[in-house]
């Protein structure tokens, strides 16, 4: 940990170098990027939200399907009159970030680009592509494969009972699930900064890949919805094969790697 907190200050240390803004431009640029993000995000809002019901129709699918497998009712209820606008309050919200996302992540790459080399800055197609990528990717993995199961081992546990699901609770299951394994899917891309900027590197990653693997099944158990060992072990699967990617990640574009294909070409 002290080698990772000396790469760390080596590589602010050299940021340091690049010409700056005080701290006043900080924040104002800061204020900037986070009024057009709320923009976004409002017009995303607004579209999510004519598509309310067709969103809601898709998320509700997963619970619908593994009710009638069990032949249960398969309409959810809610317990105060203000759950169904609630639920399609939320459904705008969730969507309208997801629509809004890659402007955001414009907006977040303004903001750090001056604190980048010329060099570096052509990344920022990739780093776009593959965020949204990664996070759509996590999402659907959720979604199409773990969701549906961890839904079906739930509710067949408890066969002996009957459910009342609400529409407020699955709402927060749901969220926690796809947005959580969205979420995990970036990990190539928190490497890609980290190994950009110096602070890691390929061999620092493969030499403590037994921690990192007991911290991805710790994260694995926490988003699990389930708490048997298979569904467990599906959630850390994917996040395993990004840990490995993200040591390819970190390999290509570390300064070292990337001086050293600059004297081979020169």
């Keep these: 940990m002290a080698d990772l907190a000396d790469r760390a200050r080596t590589a602010m ?8 803004m005080s701290l006043l431009e900080h ?9 057009y993000s709320i923009l976004s995000i409002a017009a995303g809002f607004a579209v999510a939200y004519g598509f309310r019901e067709r969103i809601a129709a898709l998320m509700i699918a997963p619970i619908t399907q ?3 497998e069990h032949h249960l ?17 939320k459904i705008g919200i969730f969507g309208g970030v997801i629509l809004a996302s890659p402007f955001i992540l414009y907006q977040v790459w303004l903001f750090i680009a001056p604190g980048l080399y010329q060099h570096e800055r052509r990344y920022v197609v990739p780093f776009m592509m593959a965020t949204v990528g990664l996070f759509l990717a996590g999402a659907f993995f959720g ?7 961890a839904l079906a081992f739930l509710i067949g546990y408890g066969s002996q009972f009957k459910p009342v699901v609400t529409i407020s609770e699955y709402m927060e299951l749901f969220s926690t699930v796809i ?3 969205g979420i995990v899917f970036e990990l190539p891309i928190l490497i890609f900064f980290l190994a950009l900027f110096g602070i890691v590197n390929s061999r620092w990653l493969w030499k403590n890949v037994r921690y ?7 994260i694995a158990g926490i988003i699990t919805p389930t708490p ?28 070292e790697r990337r001086k050293q294909k600059a004297a081979k070409e020169a």
């Design 73 to 89: 009712p398969t309409k959810l209820a809610y317990l105060n009159p203000m759950d169904p606008f609630n639920f399609y309050l």
């Design 66 to 68: 593994a009710l009638s």
């Design 212 to 218: 990192a693997i007991l911290v991805i099944f710790i």
């Design 13 to 20: 240390a050299e940021r340091a170098e690049l010409p700056g």
């Design 143 to 149: 979604y199409r494969f773990v969701y549906p199961g």
């Design 228 to 255: 048997d060992p298979l569904s467990m072990c599906i959630f850390a699967a994917p996040m395993l094969f990004l840990y490995a990617v993200s040591i390819l990640v970190a390999h290509l574009v570390h300064p």
């Design 27 to 35: 924040l104002q640029e800061l204020r900037r990027r986070i009024i």
């Design 179 to 181: 947005l959580g394994l």
